[in-house]
């Protein structure tokens, strides 16, 4: 025989548990009137969140202000950054063909279209140019040999290491260590090259549990990258709804709302 109070009592246990996922959408959205405001001439977020990361504005000067204090509120802060960096690592979290970590996260345009490497008298020659708004892209890789005759050569409109890897396998007669040298060349022109904001030898900034590295900089960059990769999958619709996912949200909901706390 059902019994009733066990039922309700369930049902109102449900409903006192705290949606995160609505939580961190209701925090995003004064951030986005602050920012839509701060910033009008500029008209796509994503364009938006790089002159957040870059240059100083109270949201940027916050993440600095706390990453560097010692009192209670930046203590909790960066303890909530170390949850947040350990849900993304229990928890899969997808962003396109990658996962969001803080071990592996873009945190600015890597400065470096060129590369070369000459190793036996072989010249390994990695290019990118921008074309246009400069959203396109061309990257020309090119080997020549010791008398300057091109070995091998091959032009992509986007930075992929997995197709450049196949074409020079099945279209030239580079050995492993000539492909190797290639596709070492080519990973330093990463345009979107990696970062890990996870010191590996505990010393840096303390949070939590964890060392985040000591570099301020990169790690306002990093932070604000996270949230807003996450904010992207959920308004997206590409985030499951379900009870792990949802644990993410808690540590970047608390993030985000010290945060906007600041822009009043």
Excluded at 246 to 259: C, G, M, N, R, S
């Amino acid at each position: 025989m059902p019994n009733p109070y066990i039922d309700n009592s369930e049902r109102w246990l449900a409903l006192a548990e705290i949606d995160y996922l609505t939580q961190f959408v209701k925090a995003w959205i004064p951030f986005n009137a602050w920012y839509m405001n701060m910033y009008p001439t500029l008209k796509r977020d994503r364009v938006i969140i790089e002159e957040i990361k870059s240059n100083p504005n109270l949201f940027r000067d916050k993440i600095i202000a706390l990453l560097n204090g010692k009192d209670n509120d930046s203590i909790i802060f960066k303890g909530q950054i170390a949850k947040l960096h350990q849900y993304l690592e229990s928890i899969y979290i997808p962003n396109a063909d990658k996962r969001i970590t803080f071990q592996s996260i873009s945190v600015e345009t890597n400065p470096i279209t060129s590369e070369t490497l000459t190793f036996r008298r072989w010249i390994y020659k990695v290019e990118l140019t921008r074309t246009g708004n400069g959203n396109a892209i061309n990257i020309n890789s090119l080997v020549t040999n010791s008398g300057s005759i091109t070995q091998y050569t091959f032009n992509q409109s986007k930075f992929d290491i997995e197709n450049l890897n196949n074409h020079i396998q099945q279209n030239s007669s580079l050995t492993e260590n000539q492909r190797n040298c290639l596709l070492d060349t080519y990973r330093k022109i990463d345009p979107k090259k990696p970062t890990n904001l996870i010191s590996s030898n505990r010393q840096g900034i303390e949070a939590g549990n964890i060392f985040l590295i000591n570099d301020v900089e990169k790690l306002v960059k990093g932070l604000i990258e996270v949230i807003y990769k996450l904010r992207n999958i959920l308004f997206h619709g590409e985030l499951i709804p379900n009870k792990d996912n949802k644990k993410v949200y808690e540590p970047a909901f608390y993030i985000l709302k010290t945060l906007i706390q600041s822009l009043n």
